[in-house]
């Protein structure tokens, strides 16, 4: 089950929130326990028992690193590096089996049979959830949690369970003890959920569309290749954003403050300023849980290299079990030493329009090696952006159209991927504080009933990290 889908809104959600606050406080995070474990097992209750089992062993490491941590460090470490393997080991089996297989096939010629597992969903989120609380217990960064349930809640927390934002344990151990509700936080959270929901909808399956129809055609030309690859570079950002948007506006009706995720990525003005507004909780876990602690650039600039590329090969690989993921990764990788090296500086004396259309473009060609998990495939379709390949010319009548008939949505894309209305909206908050209320109060229904009514009519409705 996904939020953008007619069961969430018509039937769990609604339940969910009377169930939750007719519930008194001190049992509010057993009401969401259990929900949550309803809402991860919609499709799938056999992965349940996996999720209750993930639970249960970061559960008890978490009380023993807490026992131990200021008396036998030693013993504590031990406890969380016994918690991080298990963790990653059940996360390897059910990802990434299949990829050791078919490297292994690849590389010496024997064929190894498929493990023929479905890939639960949302394990590569709760997993880095659950190894960041025993990493945070073990640096004292918290306490451990002594409540079962509260702990089970953080895990399994339905708004953030399927595609994040990944939750530090530290910034919601506070929460899950005590969190405040106030009809001013449930009406912004009724916002966000909006706006989340007419990213997703409204926005990132209108470019979706246009993407998935180029994208599968047998031949085009360059200019619709260019199209193509544009539109689904809004999808994703849209598609995400808006999830997580949508997350986050679900935890501030139930009193849980999440930080954002987004902070408009497509204004950047390098590669690096990018990946410091994109996916934000997972850049900022791969920074604590990995980059740092292996001596980030505290050891001399071989070493700094060396956890970069640490770094980002993991970021590449976790966001799935094929070569292509990696590839991205590691494209990332050398254009931020570029950077680093040499880039910064040179971008930092050029026009910020030139720095932006360069980041721009290093962009759309990552989003190329992302889409593809066929390698070969994304390589003929970038031999088709530049007139090689299965095109068939610069621009042809199907060409024209295709662009005429998407230059209205396109000038929304970009606009919404702006700060502009926002900052705009703030501005006339101040100026006019009621009445641009009451106006944004019903232009968020609006885009929500729109959103459904599209949801109704339409059998087109993917989410790009569902499986991640």
Not at 74 to 87: D, L, P
Not at 191 to 217: C, D, F, H, P, Y
Not at 271 to 283: A, E, K, Q
Request: proline share 3%; hydrophobic share 50%; glycine share 6%.
């Amino acid at each position: 089950m996904v939020f953008s889908s007619l069961e969430f809104m018509f039937l769990y959600f609604p339940v969910v929130l009377l169930l939750y606050f007719v519930t008194p406080l001190k049992w509010r995070n057993v009401t969401l326990f259990v929900t949550s474990l309803i809402f991860y097992g919609w499709g799938e209750p056999l992965y349940v028992f996996l999720m209750l089992a993930t639970i249960t062993v970061d559960y008890f490491f978490g009380w023993m690193v807490g026992k131990y941590r200021e008396s036998n460090r030693k013993r504590a470490r031990a406890y969380m590096v016994a918690a991080i393997v298990i963790n990653l080991a059940i996360l390897g089996f059910f990802k990434y089996a299949n990829l050791v297989v078919d490297t292994i096939t690849a590389l010496t010629g024997v064929t190894l049979t498929h493990i023929d597992v479905p890939l639960p969903v949302g394990i590569s989120f709760y997993t880095f959830q659950a190894l960041s609380y025993v990493i945070d217990v073990y640096r004292m960064d918290a306490n451990a949690q002594k409540n079962y349930t509260a702990f089970g809640t953080y895990v399994t927390l339905f708004p953030q369970l399927i595609a994040g934002p990944i939750v530090r344990y530290k910034d919601v151990d506070d929460q899950l003890r005590s969190r405040t509700h106030s009809m001013e936080r449930f009406a912004s959270g009724v916002r966000t959920l909006a706006a989340g929901m007419g990213k997703k909808v409204l926005l990132a399956n209108a470019a979706g569309e246009i993407w998935a129809r180029i994208s599968e055609a047998p031949e085009t030309t360059v200019a619709a290749a260019w199209l193509g690859i544009i539109m689904y570079t809004f999808q994703i950002y849209f598609d995400f954003s808006g999830y997580s948007d949508m997350a986050i506006g679900l935890g501030k009706m139930m009193g849980f403050s999440f930080r954002e995720n987004f902070y408009y990525p497509y204004m950047a003005n390098s590669v690096t300023d990018f990946w410091r507004r994109w996916h934000i909780s997972l850049s900022t876990w791969f920074r604590e849980y990995v980059y740092i602690p292996l001596g980030g650039n505290r050891k001399g600039r071989g070493r700094q290299i060396f956890n970069l590329l640490a770094v980002w090969f993991l970021t590449g690989l976790w966001h799935g079990a094929s070569w292509n993921f990696v590839t991205w990764g590691l494209y990332y990788f050398v254009l931020l030493m570029l950077e680093k090296t040499f880039l910064l500086k040179l971008l930092d004396k050029l026009p910020k329009f030139v720095a932006h259309i360069y980041t721009l473009i290093t962009v759309v060609f990552g989003w190329l090696l992302f889409v593809f998990t066929d390698f070969s495939a994304g390589m003929r379709y970038l031999a088709t952006m530049f007139g090689f390949g299965r095109a068939t010319g610069f621009i042809d009548a199907g060409g024209v159209f295709d662009w005429t008939s998407s230059l209205i949505l396109l000038a929304i894309l970009i606009i919404a991927s702006t700060p502009y209305p926002k900052k705009l909206l703030y501005k006339l908050w101040e100026k006019y504080d009621a009445p641009v209320r009451a106006v944004t109060a019903v232009l968020c229904l609006a885009v929500f009933f729109i959103a459904l009514a599209y949801l109704v009519n339409s059998s087109y409705n993917p989410f790009l990290y569902y499986r991640f």
